[in-house]
């Protein structure tokens, strides 16, 4: 039969605009997250992480928001970049050794 | 300092043809995993190690794959036979305890089985 691949949602923005990318976890006794973002032919790439007795977090151009009430974590990237362009995955873990990988989101860069 | 380490960067293969994929760690990192990528599945870990001992292979789809840690600083993971289902893109990833839970990943290795 045919086979399906995974929908990877798509988030198309444009060069200097603000980026917000979502993800949803399922596990409430996950402790640490990280956003990992993968650009084509490459391994993902440490972005940025937070813990679970945190509800913000903040970098360079980017800041990552806990809400533990909903499972839900985001993503913020400012003055998003061409560079920026590349699939983001969210990862969770309880137990500190193993990290659970979201399905991933595809931000699009438009110039 | 060198990231992790994985060879081939791509492979080619007949059904039934044993394939080894191999990744040297960052120095000093004591866990290491491998995980499949995949568009159906996404990415899924297989294996991974602490110290070089085998913790969890929960994850390794079935007996037909197999995974080694002989020393600190090489890892294979194996498929024998390899069949078309197995194509996907391998990566290995490693991290030091007391670091962040941050893993480090390869370039990957991008199998593809005919």
């Known amino acids: 039969g045919e086979s399906v691949g995974l929908h990877l949602p798509t988030l198309s923005v444009q060069e200097g605009d603000n980026s917000i990318i979502n993800c949803a976890y399922s596990?409430?006794?996950?402790?640490?997250f990280i956003w990992y973002k993968q650009e084509s032919g490459k391994g993902p790439q440490f972005i940025i992480d937070?813990?679970?007795?945190?509800d913000k977090r903040q970098g360079q151009r980017v800041t990552v928001l806990l809400n533990k009430t909903v499972k839900h974590l985001s993503l913020q990237i400012a003055a998003t970049q061409p560079g920026d362009s590349a699939v983001y995955f969210c990862?969770?873990?309880?137990?500190?050794?193993?990290?659970?990988f979201g399905t991933g989101t595809r931000l699009q860069v438009t110039l | 300092d060198a990231g992790v380490i994985q060879s081939p960067r791509h492979e080619v293969t007949e059904m039934g043809q044993e394939v080894t994929l191999r990744c040297k760690p960052i120095?000093?990192?004591?866990?290491l995993f491998w995980y499949r990528q995949t568009m159906m599945r996404g990415l899924e870990l297989l294996i991974y190690?602490?110290?070089?001992?085998?913790?969890?292979d929960s994850g390794m789809p079935e007996d037909r794959f197999s995974a080694k840690m002989p020393n600190a600083s090489f890892s294979t993971l194996k498929i024998q036979p390899s069949e078309p289902r197995d194509s996907a893109v391998y990566f290995c990833?490693?991290?030091?305890?007391?670091?962040?839970?941050?893993?480090?990943f390869g370039p990957g290795t991008r199998l593809t089985v005919t």
């Open positions: 990833a490693s991290r030091r305890t007391g670091d962040s839970y941050e893993q480090y």
């Open positions: 596990n409430s006794a996950s402790d640490y």
């Open positions: 937070i813990r679970s007795n945190m």
């Open positions: 990862a969770e873990t309880g137990t500190a050794s193993k990290l659970t």
């Open positions: 120095s000093g990192h004591d866990y």
């Open positions: 190690f602490n110290n070089n001992v085998p913790i969890d």
